[in-house]
């Protein structure tokens, strides 16, 4: 809610800035394939309970069928996911978010 | 109401079990201790940020508890193991949707909600649009998803106490005294605790929960020297078949517990109403009121995250335990998914009376208190959301555009709490034993229809403007609602709510699949059809570099 008086507050400035295109980018990068390439996977796991049902009964190990080492992997998956985007985060995001944050509450 | 007359018929040959004693002393002692621990917290309940966010002090990890504590409520904790053991499969599907859905919150929604809201999700989707509408609509979606999952969590507290204290559904009075009294601890905890008293609630909650399910794990995996495929060979092995009600032609199980298809797999009309509810489940976690609350609980982005993947661990493992207590009711209790589906309680006893089985009375209570715990936490968790939402959003920003006073407000939302509180011990009594499953589907699909559009083109999408907004919100939440009124859940089916009327001109009886479409649809014809207003630059700017960055957002309080 600062500097409403002016023409161009602190906020469109930071936003006209190479950093801040950057961590946008970043982010954006990393988020929109990444839901893209889980909401697919979950999606195709999800037709394929329902229409190949066959598909999912061939055994693996003993009673362990297709589908339910399929439905373990969506379990791996989420998990792998949450653990990349964390390191991903912590190593692209943050730091820059942090250094645009202090400019911004510095100058106020 | 003709499954739950005939559930009543056959309760003598199959009466509840352990000692409602033992069951309700270990409960006292839960809420004995929830109360100690909630005054203890309240002390320095002060200001508006402590009753709705708690001060923003909890960290990370404490958060990420109380969500799970919040996401497994009774339907996924007795629902999801009672429908593994009588479904096979597709119980497991169910769980799979619920954990995959909070890779949204992680990836999209958590952190940029937190670092632009306040208390709501009003505040985000109203940040940059005009306030009074866009707020009027938030908090109208806000409110009825809020109403449908507390329905059906009050609703199925019926089912638990015929089960638990054995009190037959019969006994209307018994069974709205334990309701009214389970209601009036709720309300308790609102008041005296506000969100800090809450989440910590739903901390110990969450704690007796993964300690419980992971101790009836481990004992059902060593009956089979922890070989999985030993325990699904007797799951398979000791239930050919199971009639759901005398009536009812016997539905053959055996191999077929382990393959998709038992409940969803008959036509491919309901194939495809499977697929709808997929895609309800897994968009609308991010869209729940009650779950987005709780990021504003935390004093950073950063934190907001690990809150997320705390989340996202505890609740996967959750699951995977239920899979594991799934087949190990159908395994090892006995009579198998035939006394399961036939006990008072219906499916939901499946968890129960495995504990009974493995651990007797006292495991029994345990759980039964556990169980009691989650409709008192949930419902606890969608009473201040909801009543927040009311305060914040309608009474500050709507009706007073703004000017008020943050005491004030917090009076109003302690009233709402109340209100609500009173509604759901009444909704509670009226609904008790209606087949209602359908609501907590239902509040997903509002959630993922009428909510998560808009949240996500606030957040990502510079053109989106007021109208857009409300033709997504509303557009969401109206078609929603009418698909489930036309629905084969409504009418037209010997299982409909009402089963003698014949309106159900939409095949689905989940309606993500048309609704969720149609509300991200709406939303971008909205924007153009509004689009004549220029984007506001400033509040735009603001907002995006806000959410990124966590400039200029809500701090924690320090006392």
């Given amino acids: ?108 | 109401m003709s499954s739950a007359v005939s559930v009543i018929a056959q309760a003598p040959a199959t009466p509840g079990v352990g000692s409602p004693l033992l069951n309700i002393s270990i409960f006292a002692l839960f809420v004995v201790v929830t109360l100690v621990v909630v005054f203890r917290a309240s002390r320095n309940n002060r200001t508006a940020s402590d009753y709705y966010a708690a001060g923003r002090s909890f960290t990370g990890p404490q958060n990420g508890i109380a969500i799970a504590g919040d996401y497994l409520s009774a339907a996924s904790f007795l629902g999801i193991a009672g429908a593994i053991a009588v479904n096979g499969y597709d119980g497991f599907l169910y769980s799979i949707g619920f954990l995959v859905a909070w890779l949204v919150a992680l990836l999209l929604v958590a952190e940029l909600m937190r670092n632009t809201g306040k208390y709501t999700m009003g505040d985000v989707v109203s940040f940059r649009m005009r306030q009074r509408p866009v707020r009027a609509a938030a908090a109208t979606s806000t409110l009825v998803v809020s109403f449908f999952y507390l329905l059906a969590q009050m609703a199925g507290a019926g089912a638990l106490i015929a089960l638990l204290l054995q009190i037959p559904n019969s006994n209307t009075v018994g069974q709205g005294v334990v309701i009214a009294i389970v209601g009036a601890l709720m309300i308790t905890y609102v008041l005296v605790g506000g969100m800090k008293g809450t989440t910590w609630v739903q901390i110990i909650k969450a704690t007796l929960l993964l300690i419980g399910a992971a101790i009836i794990t481990i004992w059902v995996l060593g009956k089979f020297g922890f070989n999985l495929s030993a325990l699904l060979g007797q799951a398979v092995d000791a239930n050919p078949q199971v009639q759901t009600s005398p009536t009812a032609a016997p539905k053959e199980l055996g191999e077929k517990l382990l393959i998709p298809g038992l409940q969803y797999g008959a036509t491919t009309t309901a194939k495809i109403d499977f697929l709808s509810l997929g895609l309800a489940l897994v968009l609308g976690t991010a869209g729940l009121p009650h779950i987005l609350m709780r990021f504003y609980t935390v004093p950073s982005a950063q934190e907001a995250r690990r809150s997320v993947v705390w989340a996202i661990w505890l609740i996967g493992i959750f699951y995977l335990f239920s899979l594991v207590l799934g087949y190990g009711a159908a395994a090892l209790v006995t009579g198998g998914a035939q006394r399961i589906a036939t006990a008072p309680g219906g499916t939901n006893s499946a968890a129960p009376l495995l504990a009974y089985e493995l651990g007797g009375e006292i495991l029994l209570g345990i759980i039964s208190a556990v169980a009691f715990a989650t409709i008192l936490a949930v419902v606890a968790g969608l009473t201040i959301t909801a009543s927040a939402s009311y305060a914040h959003d309608v009474y500050a920003n709507v009706i007073k555009k703004g000017q008020t006073s943050p005491d004030a407000e917090v009076r109003v939302a302690r009233i709402t709490a109340v209100i609500i509180g009173v509604i759901a011990i009444a909704a509670g009594i009226l609904a008790r034993n209606q087949n209602i499953a359908f609501l907590v589907a239902l509040a997903f699909a509002v959630a993922a229809s009428a909510n998560l559009p808009t949240i996500l083109y606030s957040l990502f999408w510079k053109r989106f403007n007021t109208m857009g907004a409300l033709w997504s919100i509303y557009g969401g939440l109206v078609s929603c609602v009418l698909l489930i009124i036309f629905s084969p859940a409504i009418s037209g089916k010997p299982t409909s709510m009402i089963p003698n009327a014949d309106f159900d001109l939409f095949p689905l009886a989940n309606p993500g699949l048309v609704s969720i479409p149609l509300s991200f649809v709406l939303g971008i014809v909205g924007t153009f059809v509004g689009g004549r207003q220029p984007v506001e630059e400033g509040k735009y700017a603001e907002m995006e570099v806000r959410s990124l960055t966590g400039a200029g957002s809500e701090k924690a309080v320090t006392h």
């Fill in chain 1, 1 to 108: 809610m600062s500097a409403t008086g002016e023409r161009s507050t602190i906020y469109e400035q930071m936003q006209a800035t190479p950093e801040f295109a950057e961590l946008r980018r970043k982010l954006r990068a990393f988020v929109f394939p990444m839901s893209a390439a889980f909401l697919i996977w979950y999606l195709l796991y999800v037709l394929l309970a329902s229409f190949a049902p066959a598909f999912m009964a061939i055994p693996v190990v003993g009673n362990i069928n297709v589908g339910l080492v399929i439905g373990l992997l969506q379990f791996v998956t989420t998990f792998v996911i949450t653990t990349l985007y964390v390191r991903y985060a912590d190593r692209h995001l943050d730091p820059a978010a942090e250094r645009i944050r202090q400019q911004i509450e510095g100058a106020e």
